[in-house]
């Protein structure tokens, strides 16, 4: 059964602290890899979309890379505008879109 | 210039009533879904439509229907409201199922 699996689920950084977020997936077939912001009351804003081992992207502050198993996404020098809950999705075999999600990461970022 | 929008924004209700959200995009996109996110902010997808026709049924209670009258609308209808209904429910949209999914704004449903 795919499955994401998104540490820690809470994370505390004083700004500038560089980090990563890590997400561990097991899935038959991967189709790609979602990064996914999510602010307080709003829905998901998209990020990143990684498809192969090696393959990396980069928005301002974030990187995102990916491995056989693992996703990380590194916050290089973050601002308390970075605060948010960071989710993990996988898209496996079939035709339907279908995403499974972790649970998240909640980042907080102080001044 | 909303590229995925629902109604209502929040909906409180009592147990037993039928309620409905409307979901609607604006990006031409040939796919929708919904997805309920429980209190742990875990998301779950449970239906998605393509071009109007059913493509993923997770396995939610029947009480729950979807109903696409076109490609551009994705509307959730649930029957006989129950207090583990409540949580908040997004709609997205992708250009065909195997492109990037975009999310709406959510509709926080509370079953009193």
């Known amino acids: 059964e795919d499955q994401v699996t998104q540490s820690p689920e809470a994370l505390r950084l004083q700004e500038g602290e560089s980090s990563s977020l890590n997400c561990s997936y097991t899935?038959?077939?991967?189709?790609?890899l979602f990064w996914y912001r999510q602010d307080p009351g709003k829905g998901p804003e998209f990020l990143f979309t990684?498809?192969?081992a090696g393959e990396e992207k980069e928005k301002e502050r974030l990187k995102a890379t990916l491995t056989k198993k693992e996703s990380f996404l590194h916050i290089t020098a973050p601002k308390p505008e970075d605060s948010a809950t960071y989710l993990c999705?996988?898209?496996?075999?079939?035709?339907?879109?279908?995403?499974?999600f972790g649970q998240g990461t909640t980042l907080q970022v102080k001044p | 210039d909303t590229a995925v929008s629902q109604t209502p924004k929040y909906l409180v209700t009592q147990m037993g009533n039928d309620k409905s959200i409307k979901c609607e995009q604006n990006?031409?996109?040939?796919?929708m879904y919904w997805y309920k996110q429980d209190s742990k902010k875990f998301l779950k997808i449970m239906f998605s439509?393509?071009?109007?026709?059913?493509?993923i049924n997770e396995t939610v209670p029947n009480r729950f229907s979807p109903k696409s009258p076109d490609k551009a609308h994705l509307n959730l209808h649930i029957n006989s409201l129950e207090l583990g209904d409540s949580a908040v429910y997004f709609c997205?949209?992708?250009?065909?199922?195997?492109?990037?999914?975009?999310f709406g704004p959510g509709t926080r449903l509370t079953v009193l």
């Open positions: 997205a949209s992708s250009q065909a199922a195997a492109d990037t999914q975009y």
């Open positions: 990684l498809y192969s």
């Open positions: 990006l031409g996109h040939d796919t």
């Open positions: 899935v038959s077939g991967l189709r790609g």
């Open positions: 439509y393509n071009n109007k026709e059913l493509i």
């Open positions: 999705a996988v898209r496996g075999s079939g035709n339907t879109g279908k995403l499974i």
